[in-house]
C-alpha cells in the first residue's frame, strides 16, 4: 500500500497587530476565503485521508479546520502537532516518519519555508516555493513512514488558490 501526504500551507494570515504573538495572528479575509475553496478542490479530486495534523498556531489550525469541514473531516479530529510550527524540513522529516502505520494517507498543514524545502526535499526538486494555502499531494512507494526521505516521493497533484483552470 501506497502512502499519501498533502503538505498544505496555511491560508493568507493577518499581519495588522503588532500585539499579538506570531503564533496567534489569525487568517485575513483571503485566508477565510481561500481555505474552504481549497477545501472545494480537494474534495473535487477524490482525495482521502486517514488523519489531518497542523501545526497549533492559530492560521494553521484554522485553515485546517476550514478546510475540513469542506471534505467533511470531523475537526475535532484534527491532530494538533507543536512540532510542525516553524519547523525545518528535517523537524518536518521527523514528524512524518512517526506517523502510524495504520494511516495510509495523511495531510499535514504547516508554515514557509520549512514546508516548501520540505515538498522540494521529498520529490528531489527545486520546482516549489508555496504560496499561501498551496497543496502537494505526494506518493511514497512504501508500507511504512519512517521510510520515508529524501527523493523517495512522486507529485501527484499541485493547487494553490491563483491556480485557476484554462477556461475552454
Same mark, same amino acid.
Given at each position: 500500500?501506497?502512502?499519501?501526504?498533502?503538505?498544505?500551507?496555511?491560508?493568507?494570515?493577518?499581519?495588522?497587530?503588532?500585539?499579538?504573538?506570531?503564533?496567534?495572528?489569525?487568517?485575513?479575509?483571503?485566508?477565510?476565503?481561500?481555505?474552504?475553496?481549497?477545501?472545494?478542490?480537494?474534495?473535487?479530486?477524490?482525495?482521502?485521508?486517514?488523519?489531518?495534523?497542523?501545526?497549533? *498556531? /492559530?492560521?494553521? @489550525? $484554522?485553515?485546517?479546520?476550514?478546510?475540513?469541514? &469542506?471534505?467533511?473531516?470531523? !475537526?475535532?479530529?484534527?491532530?494538533?502537532?507543536?512540532?510542525?510550527?516553524?519547523?525545518?524540513?528535517?523537524?518536518?522529516?521527523?514528524?512524518?516518519?512517526?506517523?502510524?502505520?495504520?494511516?495510509?494517507?495523511?495531510?499535514?498543514?504547516?508554515?514557509?519555508?520549512?514546508?516548501?524545502?520540505?515538498?522540494?526535499?521529498?520529490?528531489?526538486?527545486?520546482?516549489?516555493?508555496?504560496?499561501?494555502? *498551496? /497543496?502537494?499531494? @505526494? $506518493?511514497?512507494?512504501?508500507?511504512?513512514?519512517? &521510510?520515508?526521505?529524501?527523493? !523517495?516521493?512522486?507529485?501527484?497533484?499541485?493547487?494553490?488558490?491563483?491556480?485557476?483552470?484554462?477556461?475552454?
Amino acid at each position: 500500500m501506497k502512502k499519501q501526504l498533502l503538505l498544505i500551507r496555511h491560508a493568507k494570515s493577518e499581519w495588522g497587530s503588532l500585539a499579538l504573538k506570531d503564533f496567534d495572528r489569525p487568517l485575513n479575509a483571503r485566508g477565510f476565503s481561500n481555505a474552504p475553496e481549497m477545501g472545494k478542490r480537494w474534495l473535487q479530486k477524490n482525495i482521502f485521508i486517514d488523519a489531518f495534523v497542523s501545526s497549533p *498556531a /492559530m492560521r494553521a @489550525i $484554522t485553515t485546517a479546520k476550514l478546510i475540513a469541514i &469542506e471534505i467533511a473531516f470531523d !475537526t475535532e479530529k484534527i491532530i494538533k502537532n507543536p512540532s510542525v510550527y516553524h519547523a525545518t524540513q528535517q523537524q518536518l522529516l521527523s514528524v512524518v516518519n512517526k506517523f502510524d502505520n495504520n494511516f495510509n494517507s495523511i495531510a499535514l498543514v504547516g508554515h514557509n519555508p520549512g514546508l516548501s524545502e520540505f515538498a522540494n526535499y521529498l520529490t528531489n526538486s527545486d520546482n516549489y516555493n508555496l504560496p499561501t494555502c *498551496a /497543496m502537494v499531494l @505526494i $506518493t511514497f512507494d512504501t508500507d511504512n513512514w519512517d &521510510e520515508v526521505s529524501g527523493g !523517495t516521493g512522486e507529485v501527484s497533484w499541485v493547487d494553490y488558490p491563483k491556480n485557476t483552470p484554462e477556461l475552454g
